[in-house]
């Protein structure tokens, strides 16, 4: 079956490390987002990619970076970790094909910035 | 004033009544609205979708829109202790190249025996 998958699920950084979070769909979907849900905030949005080598920063980008150069996969980087970028990290895609409306998430990243 | 306004609850409903969740939205540019079901620990899954004023149904759930009065709602009729989760309101509104959604914050049911 198609689905989206992220990993790792869980991940301990220390400050100041690079961190990549992974992010793969096989539904074949134009549109892929990244999310960081925390309490009281919700859902925010760090970066969303409409197709390969399209990057677009979303509301909360600062210390983050996108790259797209397949379908499939759009990884999330954190260039040098705070421990403010603690959170719950949850990609999401959705398909142009179908109007590109609907987000279908992926189970999620927990990172923890020590 | 937040894009997407959710009561945070919780809302707390005996088994079998109707739940009725609402969300409201500041961007008259809004197109598309939508509800999501997160358990605790999981992620977010799309429960309902609505597009046009009215009501739309699916099985148990009905999601209403009204436009004018920049609202949506979620009712759940015959609540089951399954329905325990939190539920979170989706806006999307198109932008430059593609869609983006803005969510609330989301509203907890408890579906009480």
């Known amino acids: 079956d198609a689905e989206i998958t992220q990993s790792p699920r869980h991940k301990i950084t220390e400050t100041g490390r690079q961190v990549t979070l992974a992010c793969h769909q096989t539904?074949?979907?134009?549109?892929m987002f990244w999310y960081r849900q925390d309490l009281g905030h919700g859902l925010r949005l760090i970066h969303y990619?409409?197709?390969?080598?399209?990057?677009n920063k979303g509301e909360v980008s600062d210390g983050y970076s996108v790259s797209r150069s397949n379908t499939e996969d759009l990884p999330l980087t954190l260039e040098s970790a705070a421990s403010s970028q603690t959170s719950v990290y949850f990609c999401?895609?959705?398909?142009?094909?179908?109007?590109?409306?609907?987000?279908?998430f992926g189970p999620g990243t927990r990172l923890t910035v020590t | 004033q937040k894009e997407v306004e959710q009561n945070s609850g919780p809302l707390s409903v005996p088994e079998g009544a109707i739940a009725s969740l609402n969300c409201t939205y500041s961007?008259?540019?809004?197109?598309?609205f939508f509800w999501y079901r997160q358990y605790s620990g999981k992620s977010p899954e799309l429960i309902m979708s609505?597009?046009?004023?009215g009501d739309k149904e699916d099985g148990r759930f009905t999601a209403q829109l009204n436009k004018a009065s920049q609202y949506v709602s979620l009712l759940i009729r015959d609540s089951q202790p399954s329905d325990s989760a939190t539920y979170l309101c989706?806006?999307?509104?198109?932008?430059?190249?593609?869609?983006?959604?803005?969510f609330g914050t989301g509203t907890q049911l408890k579906v009480e025996l």
């Open positions: 990619s409409y197709g390969v080598q399209d990057t």
């Open positions: 961007d008259r540019g809004s197109q598309s």
């Open positions: 989706a806006v999307n509104r198109l932008t430059g190249g593609g869609n983006k959604l803005t």
């Open positions: 999401a895609s959705s398909d142009t094909r179908t109007g590109g409306r609907e987000q279908y």
């Open positions: 609505i597009y046009s004023n």
């Open positions: 539904w074949n979907h134009n549109n």
